[in-house]
């Protein structure tokens, strides 16, 4: 037998006059997963999201639950709820008939109501609240009373519209873990929205990252952020460095690729296949370069001070190594920042971890440093 | 008269504190109530217990007799109220017209508030001038208006009565028929239930309706579970200021009531006016206006309630 998706999204577009705010977008969407769309403001998440729960309706494509067309389900009637950025809580409702509500839509009878109601507040740690108006509640209260609405008659899918973003700092990190215990309890399928790639990254099994209508890139989250399909992607999650340049020469997965202005290096574990001569980008994360103090006698690499001070450097060949000058420096407590300048002019952002005793910043403003990686740190994408 | 006691106790004690240029921008206001609607209730009380005057007016309220001032006052007035049950069925008749008015502007009105309220920037502003253009000509013009479209030789009368004719029904006369009265009495007031209940469903987050949807209501349930009970206040704001005035008017029923058509303030009136009977029309005027204070207080105790929330 095969194995359906829960959803499954086939070539969905959406135009708004003339503009065009999804453009062909297809994803599957497994049952049990805590799926992300992920993408800046205005790349059309909301406009996808109020398409599956049904209050829009596509100019092209099908959307499938359970392997059925739900295109012409009205919202009422879809298994799935959403939790909307401002909760949407009834005002005129007490938070146990805010979550009644659901249950005396289906038809519920009282007595089944009254002690389902009761586990849902259970459930979300609020067993007091029952009786209270939301207007009484703080922000993170309103969150929970939402998703105990949204899940006490057990949809299939819960769609969430960037529901930490009114939330502060602190809370929000808070509600982050227990949307993902909650997730792992229930083992209802969430997708979630966020602009926030950090969120994104510590909830989501999956994420699909969108950018200006399209799907850019749907993998897991180490996947996403190790091996970026594209400059837009590297660039969105995480800090990135991206290096741009054209291939020389790749024998099977290494790559031999000239960055503008510095010069040959090799990339190794290459995925895809690249055409000599093609044009493409290097990107390297921040904290898989190495930096140490330049040393003017050529190989003796022992002196490089790297996250772990004693590191040293590998013989030439696996390892790309550059020299520059420390143009600026951000000390953020755990680790600094230094941007150091490269030949070619380019800004090369390292960090260096401030983990050994007694040391905080090991280089200034103006040094000279040489800078590393190995041959597998970097990722290699087409331009 | 309590909450100008109350204003000049607080009055006191913040004089003390440093709020009390808060309490100075009050002033006019309360000074001009105090002149023109609690001095005159009271002196209207007053009049209540006195005697008329042999030509009008009131008679004094004392008398020199003997060289010993004794007091003249009677309870004559309330009594006549009392002994006949004319004033009461004048009332209950006036209240009928005042529900049957707001509840007609009701069912007109919200269908429309909510229209105005849900349609896009550009419509709304159009569809609101509309709502509150009769306020660009007089009230007594357009109700002479409406005689001239009910008058029998009007075109809705021959209308009405070329079909009825056509179906075998007598003729009728609208002129001065309880029908022309509610006719023009919900015209008028139509838009004092309209602008209350438009800034209040302008107001509801629409998401709540969205919300309700997804969670698995229908059309009507969206309407009668979140949108009803949320506008309540606004329904209650709409229903006092129809309500209130419509129980003491007399222009209407004087122009297009005809005899049968009179309502408690045309009496009121014709205390004061034809029969100089000022006593009597003060007594009359207070029972109306304890009845409209006590419509608002109910009103409000209700408008408090759960659909106040939001
Ligand atoms: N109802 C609408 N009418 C016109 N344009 C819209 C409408 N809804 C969304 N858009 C446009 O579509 C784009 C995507 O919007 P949205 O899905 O809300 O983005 P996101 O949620 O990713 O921030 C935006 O540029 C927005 O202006
Ligand atoms: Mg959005």
């Known amino acids: ?383 | 008269m309590p909450a100008i006691w109350c204003w000049i106790n607080t009055m006191r004690k913040t004089m003390q504190g440093k709020a009390w240029h808060k309490y100075l921008l009050s002033l006019p206001p309360m000074v001009y109530l105090l002149i023109f609607f609690a001095a005159p209730t009271l002196i209207m009380l007053f009049a209540s217990f006195r005697y008329a005057g042999e030509y009008g007016g009131l008679a004094p309220w004392y008398l020199h007799e003997e060289g010993r001032l004794t007091l003249d006052l009677t309870l004559e007035n309330w009594q006549r109220l009392l002994g006949t049950d004319i004033y009461l069925r004048l009332f209950l008749k006036s209240v009928g017209y005042a529900v049957m008015t707001t509840l007609i502007c009701m069912v007109m009105g919200y269908p429309l508030a909510l229209t105005i309220a849900r349609s896009d920037r550009k419509s709304r502003d159009l569809l609101l001038l509309l709502v509150i253009l009769p306020f660009w000509s007089n009230f007594l013009v357009r109700i002479y208006a409406w005689m001239i479209i009910f008058s029998p030789v009007g075109a809705l009368t021959r209308m009405l009565n070329g079909l009825l004719d056509l179906v075998g029904g007598g003729p009728v006369t609208l002129m001065y028929s309880p029908t022309a009265m509610i006719i023009c009495l919900v015209y008028v007031h139509l838009p004092f239930m309209v602008l209350p209940l438009y800034a209040n469903l302008e107001k509801h987050d629409l998401d709540l309706l969205d919300a309700a949807q997804d969670l698995g209501a229908g059309k009507w349930r969206r309407f009668w579970l979140i949108t009803w009970p949320l506008s309540l206040p606004g329904i209650t704001a709409g229903s006092i200021l129809v309500f209130i005035p419509v129980l003491g008017m007399f222009a209407i029923p004087d122009l297009l009531g005809g005899t049968n058509g009179i309502m408690i303030g045309n009496v009121i009136k014709q205390q004061f006016m034809e029969s100089r009977d000022w006593p009597f029309g003060s007594v009359l005027s207070i029972v109306l206006t304890v009845t409209a204070v006590a419509v608002v207080l109910l009103g409000a105790r209700l408008g408090q309630g759960r659909g106040g929330r939001g």
């Open chain 1, 1 to 383: 037998m095969e194995i359906l998706d829960l959803l499954e999204i086939v070539d969905v577009s959406r135009r708004f006059d003339a503009f065009l705010a999804l453009d062909r977008v297809s994803l599957q969407i497994e049952a049990g997963e805590f799926f992300t769309l992920l993408g800046p403001s205005g790349c059309g998440k909301t406009t996808l999201l109020r398409l599956i729960a049904g209050f829009d309706q596509a100019d092209g494509g099908d959307i499938l639950l359970d392997g059925k067309s739900i295109i012409a389900t009205p919202p009422e009637y879809r298994p799935l709820h959403t939790i909307f950025q401002n909760y949407a809580l009834f005002p005129h409702m007490t938070v146990a008939e805010n979550i009644a509500f659901p249950l005396r839509m289906a038809g519920c009878a009282k007595k089944e109501i009254q002690s389902r109601v009761g586990e849902a507040l259970e459930n979300v740690r609020l067993p007091d609240k029952a009786g209270k108006y939301p207007d009484s509640l703080s922000g993170g209260q309103k969150q929970r009373i939402a998703i105990a609405r949204a899940l006490v008659n057990r949809p299939r899918l819960l769609l969430l519209d960037e529901p930490l973003s009114a939330l502060d700092a602190k809370l929000s990190e808070q509600m982050q873990l227990e949307l993902i215990n909650l997730q792992k309890d229930i083992g209802i399928t969430f997708i979630y929205v966020t602009h926030d790639q950090s969120e994104a990254l510590a909830l989501s099994h999956r994420i699909a990252v969108m950018d200006h209508g399209r799907i850019a890139q749907v993998d897991a989250p180490s996947r996403l952020y190790g091996y970026p399909n594209s400059r837009f992607v590297a660039d969105f999650i995480g800090k990135c460095n991206v290096l741009a340049g054209h291939v020389r020469e790749q024998q099977g997965d290494c790559v031999t690729v000239e960055l503008d202005g510095l010069g040959p290096v090799h990339v190794c574990r290459s995925e895809t296949n690249f055409g000599v001569g093609s044009r493409c980008a290097l990107t390297l994360r921040p904290e898989k370069i190495r930096i140490g103090r330049f040393s003017s006698i050529p190989g003796a690499s022992d002196t490089m001070t790297s996250m772990s001070v004693a590191d040293t450097v590998s013989p030439l060949g696996d390892e790309s190594h550059f020299t520059g000058y420390v143009h600026d420096l951000l000390y953020l407590g755990d680790v600094t920042v230094y941007n150091v300048t490269l030949s070619n002019g380019i800004l090369l952002e390292t960090l260096l971890a401030n983990s050994a005793s007694g040391r905080t910043n090991f280089f200034e403003v103006g040094d000279r440093v040489e800078v590393a990686w190995s041959c597998d740190a970097g990722h290699l994408v087409l331009d």
